[in-house]
């Protein structure tokens, strides 16, 4: 794994919430991207560090929005 693998499964993540046009949970976007577990956690990482998205959590699942 390195940098340039991370930056590709945050890429498909903002595509994955780009292409929803709304928020969507972590099972919903695992399930558009076919991101493992642990490389979802990663992309999401990488997003909400650059400042790309909003994540919320709510009793069944947490929330993420593109800003």
């Keep these: 794994m390195n940098v340039e693998i991370?930056?590709?499964w945050a890429g498909a993540a903002w595509n994955a919430l780009n292409d929803a046009q709304a928020p969507l949970g972590l099972k919903a976007i695992k399930k558009?991207?076919?991101?493992?577990?642990n490389e979802l956690?990663?992309?999401?990482g990488w997003l909400a560090r650059e400042g790309k998205i909003?994540?919320?959590e709510t009793e069944a699942d947490i929330e993420v929005t593109l800003l």
């Design 6 to 8: 991370i930056g590709n």
């Design 32 to 37: 558009a991207t076919k991101l493992k577990v």
């Design 41 to 44: 956690y990663a992309a999401i």
């Design 54 to 56: 909003e994540v919320k």
